[in-house]
Each structure stands twice: as C-alpha cells, then as structure tokens.
C-alpha cells in the first residue's frame, strides 16, 4: 500500500523475467518490505503471472498461501545473525528448488547480521547460482553501509516511504468492507494519524476498536 515507486518496477522486472538476483528493500517499520518480498517470491515461482502478479490460484500460490511451500526460506537476523547461519545458507544454495523454479531467501532485520555474517556470504551475492534470489529487508540501511559496503553494491535497492494517512483509511475501509463492518469515517483518520505512517500498526489499532 502506497509504495507504487516500488511495486510499478517489480511487476515489470516478473513480467519481463528480469528479476535481479538480490534485492535491499529499506524502510521504516510497518511499510511493507517483508509483505513485498513475500508477494515478489510468490510471483516468481507462480506458475501463471496476471500482469506481473502471482495468480494466487496455481499450485504454487496455493502452495504458498498454505505455508506448504519449501523454496521461501525467511529468516529473522535479529536471531540468526551470526556467521555459523550465513555458512549454512552459503552450503545449501546449490540445491535446486524443491517445489518451484527460485529459490527464495527472505532476511528481515539485517542490519542486525554481523560483519562476518555478511562476509559469509558475499561469494554466494558475487556468484549466485541462477535458481537463488535474495531479499534483504532493513530499517536500518547506513548500518549495512557501515558494516558491508560490499553487500550493497550487489543489490538492486527500494527505498520505502511511511504510507500517507488517505492510503491507510483506504486499506482500512477495504478489510471492514471484506469483515461485513463500518466505521466512520473520522475514526479511520484517527486510526491513520496513530498508525504514524505503518501499516502493521493500523491494522492491530483497528482491531483493537
């Protein structure tokens, strides 16, 4: 939601198979990074894109909307931070996809990764095998920068914004209108202002009330 100067160009990369092989997606919390990343892995194993977006009615998707699906590797690195976890991955990339075409691994937090953790895996971002894709999704990019300059020179970077308050009524009005339910519309705004601009914080206050 409200991140069209990302999701225009993503579409575009699945609908051309041009998909990088890493990405950084930065942002402040509750923007939508790891929700795009879930929705860019879903798209490039769908096995019947619509426009660029995963079909959510192929095998795959369904495979992926049930937690099913063995090829999405997400890990936090807030607890998977150290060198011993960037080893194993390093170790199992090579290993063709077990139910789709990519490979992907999804890494939350990574700012948090150590430097020899990054370093760990620089090889693999330098030589990737053709089947594996990176996400990298952060709060904290100048942390990356510190500790990993290398990293980013091979990620294709999207730089995500705080949503505007009429996009998170709008999203807002949508999951009442899908619950059968209403609320007026200065309570939707209120619940925006509170939301500071994150989704995922809209969503639990509208919950709440």
């Known amino acids: 939601v409200g991140q069209d100067h990302v999701t225009t160009t993503l579409r575009q990369s699945t609908m ?19 929700t ?17 977006d995963p079909c959510n009615a192929c095998a795959i998707c369904q ?3 049930e937690g099913r699906f063995m090829d999405i590797i997400e890990l936090d690195a807030a607890s998977n931070r150290g060198i011993d976890h960037m080893r194993d991955i390093r170790e199992k ?3 063709s996809p077990v139910q789709g075409s990519r490979k992907i691994y999804i890494i939350d937090e990574a700012h948090m990764l ?5 370093n760990a895996l620089l090889k693999t971002l330098e030589e990737p095998p053709s089947h594996v894709k990176f996400i990298f999704a952060t709060t904290e990019p100048q942390k990356i920068q510190q500790s990993a300059a290398p990293i980013l020179s091979r990620c294709q970077r999207f730089d995500f914004r705080r949503i505007g308050s009429a996009d998170i009524v709008s999203r807002l009005g949508s999951v009442l209108e899908q619950e059968g339910s209403a609320a007026p519309a200065d309570a939707l705004r209120l619940i925006a202002r509170k939301a500071d601009g994150g989704m995922r914080d809209a969503l639990p206050l509208l919950d709440q009330v």
């Open 16 to 34: 051309q198979n041009r998909v990088s092989h890493s990405y950084l997606f930065c942002g402040p919390r509750g923007s939508g990074k790891t």
């Open 36 to 52: 795009t990343a879930r929705i860019l892995a879903k798209a490039v194993n769908c096995l019947d894109l619509q426009d660029g």
């Open 63 to 65: 495979s992926i909307n």
């Open 93 to 95: 990339v090579n290993f």
């Open 114 to 118: 150590t430097t020899e953790a990054f």
